[in-house]
C-alpha cells in the first residue's frame, strides 16, 4: 500500500451494476464525510455503462478497468493497494449510504485502537434488518442450525442463532466473529500486518476469511449499528451468473472450512459434512432452475 494521504478509501468493486452504482456514489457524495476521503471504482469487465456514467458523473473517483471478471478478491485487491486511506471502507455498489454512516464508522475505529474491523448495520430495501451483516465462523454446528431452520425456530438462542449471532441484539453494538463484506471498514494496520484479501476465494467467504485472519492477528471486529447502510443484494455481479454463483458460493466455503476448521475435527465428521454440503449445491442447483427470480446464493434473511 502507498503511504497514507487521507482519513478513508472508499473501495468499490462492480460489474454491471448499472444505477445501482450511481445511486450508491450520490449517497456518498451526500452522507456528510467530515473526514478526508477518496473513492476507488474497480471494475469487473461490465459490458453496461457502468465506468462510463461514473466517468461523466464523477469524474474525481480513480477506476480500475479490469479486462475480464477476476472474482471479488482479485477485483477489490489492486484498488485496496492504491488506497492511500488511514481506514479503508469495501462498499458494495448496490448499496445507498444514509447520512453520517461513514464518518460514524471513521470515528468508532478513532476511538478503539483496538478494533481491526468495523461495519454497520445492513437493511434491505425494504427497511429490515439483512441479518448476514454480523455472524458466526460458519462452523458444522452453525450452518446445519441455519439451513435446517433451526435457528428460525430459536432465534435467540445461542446453542443454534450462532450463524447470524441471532442471540445479540440488532440494535447493539457488539463484537462479533465476522460482519458483511457489502460494508466493512478496516484499519489500515490490519492490512499492512493481515494482508490483502485471500484470492482463493473467488466470490464468498472472503469477508468471514479476512475476519476470522484479523481476529487470529488480536484485532477486535465490531458490529455497529448506529452505522446503518441499505443493501439491495445481487443487483449486478452474481445475479449475472446465478449457477455459478451457486456454485462459487459452496467452492469458497468448502475452501474456507478447509482453511480455517477441518483442523478442529475429527477426519469422518469433516467427509460427512463435505458430503451434505454436496447435497446442498445439488439441491440448490436444482431448486433454482424452478424459482422465477433466479438467487444467485443463499437467500438473504
Not at 123 to 138: I, M, P, S, V, Y
Not at 190 to 218: N, P
Request: hydrophobic share 35%; proline share 5%; aromatic share 12%.
Amino acid at each position: 500500500m502507498i503511504p497514507s494521504e487521507v482519513d478513508v478509501s472508499i473501495c468499490i468493486l462492480g460489474l454491471n451494476a448499472g444505477s445501482y452504482l450511481q445511486d450508491c456514489l450520490a449517497s456518498i457524495y451526500a452522507s456528510g464525510i467530515t473526514s478526508t476521503f477518496e473513492i476507488i471504482y474497480a471494475d469487473n469487465h461490465s459490458s453496461d455503462d457502468s465506468v462510463a456514467l461514473t466517468r461523466a458523473n464523477h469524474p474525481d473517483v480513480k477506476i480500475f478497468e479490469h479486462e475480464q471478471n477476476l472474482g471479488y478478491a482479485r477485483g477489490y485487491n489492486p484498488a485496496i493497494r492504491q488506497a492511500r486511506g488511514r481506514y479503508v471502507l469495501l462498499l458494495n455498489p448496490d448499496t445507498l449510504v444514509p447520512q453520517g454512516s461513514i464518518q460514524t464508522l471513521a470515528d468508532y475505529l478513532d476511538q478503539h485502537p483496538q478494533t481491526g474491523i468495523v461495519g454497520p448495520k445492513v437493511l434491505n430495501a425494504d427497511g429490515t434488518f439483512q441479518a448476514q451483516c454480523k455472524r458466526g465462523e460458519a462452523r458444522p454446528w452453525e450452518v446445519i442450525c441455519y439451513f435446517s431452520g433451526l435457528s428460525r425456530l430459536y432465534p435467540h438462542d445461542p446453542r443454534f442463532s450462532g450463524y447470524l449471532q441471532g442471540h445479540l441484539s440488532e440494535d447493539e453494538t457488539n463484537d462479533v466473529p465476522a460482519i458483511s463484506g457489502s460494508c466493512m471498514m478496516i484499519r489500515r494496520e490490519v492490512i499492512e500486518k493481515t494482508g490483502l484479501l485471500d484470492e482463493a476465494f473467488f466470490a464468498y467467504q472472503e469477508d468471514t476469511d479476512y475476519c476470522v485472519r484479523a481476529r487470529k492477528a488480536g484485532w477486535k471486529v465490531t458490529y455497529l449499528p448506529a452505522a446503518q447502510i441499505t443493501h439491495y443484494g445481487g443487483k449486478g455481479g452474481a445475479k449475472e451468473q446465478p449457477y455459478k454463483a451457486i456454485y462459487e458460493w459452496h467452492h469458497s466455503y468448502m475452501i474456507y472450512y478447509r482453511k480455517h476448521l477441518a483442523h478442529d475435527y475429527f477426519f469422518l465428521l469433516n467427509w460427512f459434512f463435505y458430503f451434505l454440503m454436496g447435497l446442498k449445491l445439488a439441491y440448490s442447483l436444482l431448486l433454482n432452475t424452478f424459482r422465477i427470480e433466479k438467487h444467485p446464493g443463499p437467500k438473504r434473511a
